[in-house]
């Protein structure tokens, strides 16, 4: 079983002026799957902030894969790829790659994700959308390739290549 950590970064929602839907949906496609949510919290959109809780995660509770869930937009506020990627020890862009490219056949505007990929340690962190629609739809689209890249990021697998 991998472990996950559900990360919603949100000025509204931080400020209890707008319900975490989207987290709620993370936890429950990822309970759904197998996956054991050692902590879902909300934050506010400071760069600062998300690496402390992005290197809490990685570094002290372990998680596996830790999803944000909002920041990845143009506006002044959103600085969650930034973050994201002053905490890497790797990229692993191909899985927000994935998620714009089938986003692209719902909506133009996932052209318009700044969404980030990457590992830390022994920590795949993945930026999802904000909204609570393209979040479900991101994240049910790369559940079950997921699963492969935990295993070798773990080295709990081997191989990749097909027959």
């Given at each position: 079983?991998?472990?996950?950590?559900?990360?919603?970064?949100?000025?509204?929602?931080?400020?209890?002026?707008?319900?975490?839907?989207?987290?709620?949906?993370?936890?429950?496609?990822?309970?759904?799957?197998?996956y054991k949510v050692i902590d879902k919290i909300i934050?506010?959109?400071?760069?600062?902030?998300?690496?402390?809780?992005?290197?809490?995660?990685?570094?002290?509770l372990n998680a596996n894969l830790i999803l944000t869930?909002?920041?990845?937009?143009?506006?002044?506020?959103?600085?969650t790829p930034e973050a994201t990627l002053n905490v890497?020890?790797?990229?692993?862009?191909?899985?927000?790659?994935?998620?714009?490219?089938?986003?692209?056949?719902?909506?133009?505007?996932?052209?318009?994700?700044?969404?980030?990929?990457?590992?830390?340690?022994?920590?795949?962190?993945?930026?999802?959308?904000?909204?609570?629609?393209?979040?479900?739809?991101?994240?049910?689209?790369?559940?079950?390739?997921?699963?492969?890249?935990?295993?070798?990021?773990?080295?709990?697998?081997?191989?990749?290549?097909?027959?």
């Open positions: 079983m991998f472990t996950a950590f559900v990360l919603t970064v949100s000025d509204k929602g931080s400020a209890g002026q707008r319900v975490d839907e989207s987290g709620e949906i993370i936890v429950e496609i990822l309970k759904n799957n197998g934050i506010p959109d400071e760069i600062k902030i998300i690496e402390e809780k992005l290197k809490y995660a990685s570094d002290v869930t909002g920041g990845t937009g143009f506006s002044k506020r959103d600085v890497k020890t790797k990229l692993a862009f191909g899985i927000c790659d994935a998620i714009r490219l089938y986003s692209l056949t719902i909506t133009k505007k996932a052209m318009l994700s700044r969404a980030v990929s990457v590992i830390r340690n022994d920590s795949l962190i993945i930026n999802l959308p904000g909204s609570p629609k393209a979040v479900k739809e991101a994240l049910e689209y790369i559940i079950d390739p997921l699963k492969h890249g935990l295993e070798i990021m773990l080295g709990k697998a081997y191989e990749c290549a097909r027959k």
